[in-house]
């Protein structure tokens, strides 16, 4: 069956770093892989996309890569501030075109000041 | 970037009641409405998909009769938790796609957090 699988374990980094989160997904081969910030008690907003012809696609702070021999993608938050704190979601697409999404659990970053 | 709502924000019910969850796209129509289904700690899992005018397409898993998905216009969707039991206590949020807004991005609406007692 597909499977996500992103750090359970809350990453912890001082301001002014660079983040790092690990999205690694098996069993499918994802046209495109998306993105999501998600806070507390709030729905998740759409950070980035990233086709599976991308190696890499950056927007301001953020650069997603994706590789998709290891099925593997990187997020990466640059230059980290304390409003960067939230829990990030991985979201493969099930297949080409409009298709759906199945999201991983997130890993929580916290960045302190 | 366009903008769900979703009303209630919270609701609590007794079990055996019905809870009706509205979600509407404020600004652009939608194509396409999906419902989702995330409990603490967990990843969003995604219970149906509907198009306006159609019936709703559900997950594996998925009770259709106990989760009722009416997509009448192109801005509201809502979902009706038929019979609720405490098992069905979860965060529920739905999200809308649309034509002409980056194409495959979904926006979501802010959740609404279901209590069955």
């Known amino acids: 069956s597909q499977k996500i699988e992103q750090n359970s374990e809350a990453l912890n980094i001082q301001e002014g770093k660079t983040a790092t989160l690990t999205c690694n997904y098996t069993?499918?081969?994802?046209?495109?892989l998306q993105w999501y910030r998600q806070d507390p008690g709030r729905g998740p907003v759409f950070l980035l996309l990233i086709r599976e012809n991308e190696k890499e696609k950056r927007k301001e702070r953020l650069k997603v890569t994706f590789d998709t021999t290891l099925k593997q993608s990187l997020f990466h938050i640059t230059a980290s501030q304390p409003a960067d704190s939230a829990t990030y979601l991985c979201?493969?697409?099930?297949?080409?075109?409009?298709?759906?999404?199945?999201f991983g659990k997130g890993t929580m970053l916290l960045v302190s000041p | 970037g366009a903008v769900v709502s979703q009303h209630p924000s919270r609701v609590i019910c007794k079990s055996g009641t019905s809870v009706k969850i509205e979600c509407r796209s404020l600004d652009f129509q939608a194509t396409t409405m999906f419902w989702y289904r995330q409990f603490p700690k967990q990843s969003l899992m995604l219970m149906a998909t509907s198009n306006e005018g159609s019936k709703a397409t559900y997950e594996q898993g998925v009770e259709k009769d106990k989760f009722l998905i009416n997509h009448a216009s192109l801005t509201l969707s809502t979902l009706t938790v038929t019979s609720a039991h405490p098992e069905d206590s979860s965060f529920y949020i739905c999200?809308?796609?649309?034509?002409?807004?980056?194409?495959?991005?979904?926006?979501f609406g802010p959740g609404t957090r279901l209590t069955v007692l």
């Open positions: 999200s809308a796609r649309f034509p002409g807004q980056g194409l495959h991005e979904q926006f």
């Open positions: 069993n499918y081969s994802p046209a495109y």
């Open positions: 979201a493969p697409a099930r297949g080409s075109g409009y298709s759906t999404l199945t």
